[in-house]
């Protein structure tokens, strides 16, 4: 039971290495037909929620485990019924916390892209973030649709956003003690639509733009594990008893809202993007892997800094 709890706590903050793709870094004006645009950038996803369901598992784990366990040479310890119930609360948590991460996972990373203009105001792009695969499509209502060369008097862009986005949060393999104990496993699908306003800096974005509009998420969060017992206890009579965990098999839809400002700063074919996006997600009740169902609500911030370059010839003939 010792080493369970261990790798449970270490699956917990090994869910990190996952984010969702949510940041928004394009203008209101899309790619110019013919054109490619590629880039790379380091996005970050900071969550109240999933923060404030783990810090009271970390407390615990740090300061009453090993006091509890402390002496224990069998894999069948001798507990209290304060210990019992301590027990069951921190697992409680635990789980509570590994399905907080699975829904908004808390973590940074390197994310990859690249767009095509395919018609005048319609572009498309791709995007490697971490585990996931994600793909765009991005219409411009308003503004003109001209590279930096092709001079023009507008200055202001407006266009709408679908990306769509797959991952499977999976725990490491260096983690599969506690894999092959409950078999965790999660899925997630995410749909974002952005609505995005912004104003040139020079003509046709020759020194970027400054970006800002509101964008709304969905997400479906498919998670499940086996019915197993978790480990065996003495308690205070004598008796053996077994700690079990219950099967789940559960599907939950969650909506977020929210607002983004970006900047797009350089010079005709190489920028750098700095954005920020904050959303606020009520996520719902979520069947706990032991426990009641719980519930999670709060804010998500999306900070992004990343580099771009265009790749392509002007339209003007």
Known sequence: MRNKIFYWALALIALQSCIAPRSVINSGKVTPKGNFAVGIQYSA????????????????????????????????????????????????????????????????????????????????GYKYAGKAHTFDVQYQFMGSTGNVDDLVSERWYGSVGVQYSGQKVSIPTWLTPI???????????????????????????????ISFGLVMNYTRLDYSTFNTDFGSYIDENGQVDVLKIKAINNTQNIFSYGGFVNLK?????????????????NYGSFQNIIGPNFQLKGMTFVPTIGLRARIGKSSRQ
């Open 265 to 281: 700063l350089g010079y005709k074919y190489f920028y750098v993007l700095p954005s920020l996006a904050v959303y606020y997600q």
């Open 179 to 209: 894999q092959n104990t409950i078999d965790f496993d999660f899925k997630r699908r995410d749909v974002m639509v952005p609505v995005i306003f912004s104003r040139s800096f020079g003509n046709e974005e020759e020194y970027g733009s």
């Open 45 to 124: 996803n900071v969550s109240t929620a999933p923060l404030n369901s783990v810090k009271n598992v970390v407390k615990d784990n740090i300061d009453k485990l090993p006091a509890l366990l402390d002496n224990a040479s069998t894999d069948t310890v001798a507990l209290s019924a304060d210990s019992i119930q301590w027990l069951n609360d921190n697992l409680e948590n635990i789980g509570q916390g590994a399905i907080a991460y699975a829904a908004d996972p808390i973590g940074v990373g390197l994310e990859y892209y690249i767009r095509y203009g395919v018609i005048d105001r319609l572009d498309v």
